[in-house]
């Protein structure tokens, strides 16, 4: 299984970007689906999660100005981030839970990397 991460780049502070990463492989099913952001000098921390019913789970910085959506029909996750600001810049990495035939795994995806100016 891998996953496809896209959508990041270069913004200025109040701008909006919209990250995507897809899942293919051998999949049974998806989980939680995840991004996590990781700015230089720190360690990676959880940004938002979706579960594989819609529930969603926010960092305390970035709610009301980050949203995360899946499309479960092509293995999608999505985060759309509005009102950036400089501490938001990072690599953000997309995570997937999902079942392998029987058996429980996780896969990160490569990163992508978001810079707000200021």
């Known amino acids: 299984v891998q996953l496809q991460a896209s959508g990041g780049g270069l913004v200025q502070a109040g701008g909006s970007l919209r990250l995507s990463c897809a899942a293919s492989?051998?999949?049974?099913?998806?989980?939680?689906m995840g991004w996590y952001r990781q700015a230089p000098g720190k360690e990676r921390e959880l940004v938002a999660i979706i579960t594989s019913g819609g529930t969603t789970n926010y960092a305390d910085s970035v709610k009301g100005r980050f949203t995360i959506s899946r499309d479960n029909a092509k293995n999608t996750v999505f985060l759309q981030m509005n009102g950036l600001k400089p501490e938001d810049t990072g690599v953000f990495y997309c995570?997937?839970?999902?079942?392998?035939?029987?058996?429980?795994?996780?896969?990160w995806g490569q990163g992508t990397l978001v810079t707000v100016s200021s």
């Open positions: 995570h997937v839970d999902y079942i392998w035939y029987k058996w429980p795994r996780d896969v």
């Open positions: 492989g051998s999949i049974s099913s998806i989980g939680n």
